[in-house]
């Protein structure tokens, strides 16, 4: 039922889908570069202009052999339609292009059976002679109960033999002669009569669903329970996929990486398009979808959508995509990057049930945890955020933080090509400076202390010096990201990926120009 193109954007399915608490319904489902859409099967008018009705109306006569050549499942007491669950291609009832399985039957002979129990409407076409009116509706969203099997041998099958009792959830096939009385006199025509118009069972558009910002949603909404072989797909606009179901984990995450794959990829080319118009310091590196987990969690709600977006020297945490420049100054929260500490987390590290995590330290010490919906997903951000880390460290080359050592204002530079240099706040007079190949080790107190030890180039004895700051992990973090992004500048296999990434539509370090450092601080000796 499923087969897929060469470059994997296009795929066709069909599978279910439940909306609510309604029954789940087969649906075509079809994956396209920029779009999903979600189809049901529905019966339309091919006589001329083809036209929807929601109601049709036809006669069949009854057969010497075989009857009706219907099956029948349903019914009032189980709040499901009697619905034609099965035509027997002998009868040749299918073929005629006016009745189908899926149809309810709504009258028979004029008789309003809509609120009958199952076995009533039995009895009604049992008597109903040599000729039958029927006026059914194609029921779009087909309930589960008509994939159940067929019961050849139940006794719910009215026959001349059978006690004449019948089960709502298995076929009353309605293909024996009733009117022993009548048999030889029969037509053998069983071809339905209906004045011109013949219809047709076809796939119609039900949802389309815009893959650009869209999300996948595997946890039921807020929670951290996962779907068995399920998800959601929710457009940017709102609109909601419904739950589409699969037979096997494979097909289901086949779907979704496939999905994640165009959603991806769009946001990709989008994000070319839009960096065109922001300076090299304000590019976009990553924009994508996660849930937050609440701080103050209740049991219903632990989790909630957010989207974020790595440009220029921030992180951006939004409700919603930005779409216009207005919306960038809309941020729920922003933070700078390399204040900031990402960490991806193991098995033994999760919070909950939820996988694909991650965390955020702030430079104010808190702590945010996110979540994404696949492994891919999480490989990307960690990526990007390395990469947005590392190319602001380029660009500023240094940060400077006021400090305190021993009752004296300081300030405290860490320099990409230098490493640590500790000044007067006044005079700018130089009292130490490290290269970053020089610290050992360090130490805090949690709140706003940081020992340093650094190692002596000439005596490789160890020198300890005690800053204290207001931001300390503004600071610890800033630390941090220095030296990651000296490490990964060493780092051939890095700054090649990064070359690449070029292709992708994001900045890549060939993107960047020396020029566009802000000027150093200039020292006194």
């Not at 049901?40 to 929807?52: A, T």
């Not at 709504?106 to 002679?129: M, P």
Request: with cysteine; glycine share 6%; net charge neutral.
């Amino acid at each position: 039922m499923d087969f897929k193109t060469s470059n994997e954007e296009t795929k066709t399915g069909i599978y279910l889908m439940q909306e609510g608490n309604e029954e789940p319904f087969n649906i075509r489902l079809h994956l396209a570069k920029d779009i999903m859409t979600i189809q049901e099967q529905d019966v339309i008018c091919v006589s001329g202009e083809p036209f929807y009705s929601s109601e049709r109306t036809i006669t069949i006569r009854r057969q010497t052999i075989g009857g009706f050549g219907l099956s029948i499942k349903g019914g009032a007491e189980h709040k499901l339609p009697v619905v034609i669950s099965k035509i027997s291609k002998e009868q040749k009832a299918e073929l005629s292009g006016l009745l189908f399985i899926g149809d309810g039957i709504l009258q028979i002979n004029g008789i309003n059976v809509r609120s009958y129990r199952h076995e009533e409407v039995v009895q009604v076409l049992r008597n109903a002679g040599e000729e039958v009116t029927l006026t059914v509706s194609f029921l779009k969203k087909t309930p589960a109960f008509l994939k159940l099997p067929l019961c050849e041998d139940c006794t719910c099958i009215p026959s001349d033999q059978s006690s004449g009792t019948s089960s709502p959830l298995c076929d009353s096939g309605l293909h024996l002669n009733y009117h022993p009385n009548n048999t030889d006199t029969l037509s053998c025509s069983s071809w339905p009569t209906s004045p011109g118009l013949r219809w047709e069972k076809r796939w119609v558009d039900l949802r389309l669903i815009p893959l650009l910002h869209s999300r996948l949603l595997q946890y039921i909404p807020g929670s951290d329970a996962c779907r068995k072989n399920a998800f959601q797909v929710i457009a940017m606009d709102g609109v909601c996929s419904g739950i589409i179901q699969f037979p096997a984990t494979e097909d289901c995450l086949d779907w979704l990486q496939a999905i994640a794959s165009n959603i991806s990829n769009l946001t990709k080319h989008n994000v070319k398009k839009i960096n065109r118009n922001f300076p090299v310091n304000q590019q976009i590196i990553y924009m994508g979808w996660v849930d937050e987990k609440e701080q103050d969690s209740v049991q219903d709600r632990m989790y909630s959508p957010k989207f974020l977006a790595l440009r220029g020297s921030s992180l951006f945490k939004f409700t919603a995509p930005p779409v216009t420049t207005w919306d960038w100054t809309r941020a729920e929260k922003s933070f700078t990057v390399y204040e900031i500490m990402c960490k991806i987390l193991k098995d033994n590290d999760l919070l909950d049930k939820r996988k694909h995590c991650f965390s955020v330290q702030t430079e104010s010490g808190e702590d945010m945890f996110f979540s994404v919906e696949l492994d891919c997903e999480l490989l990307i951000w960690e990526k990007a955020f390395q990469m947005a880390t590392f190319l602001e460290v380029e660009r500023i080359q240094c940060k400077t933080y006021a400090c305190i050592m021993e009752s004296h204002l300081m300030g405290l530079t860490v320099d990409f090509s230098m490493g640590f240099v500790c000044f007067d706040a006044a005079s700018k007079a130089v009292l130490w400076r490290y290269k970053f190949s020089q610290l050992k080790g360090s130490s805090d107190d949690g709140k706003s202390k940081i020992k340093f030890l650094f190692q002596n180039q000439e005596s490789k004895s160890i020198e300890a010096k005690e800053l204290e700051f207001s931001n300390l992990f503004a600071v610890l973090h800033c630390i941090h990201a220095f030296f990651a992004a000296k490490v990964a500048c060493l780092d051939p296999m890095f700054v090649g990926s990064q070359g690449n990434v070029t292709t992708t539509g994001f900045p890549s370090l060939s993107g960047l120009s020396c020029n566009s450092q802000t000027p150093k601080l200039r020292y006194t000796t």
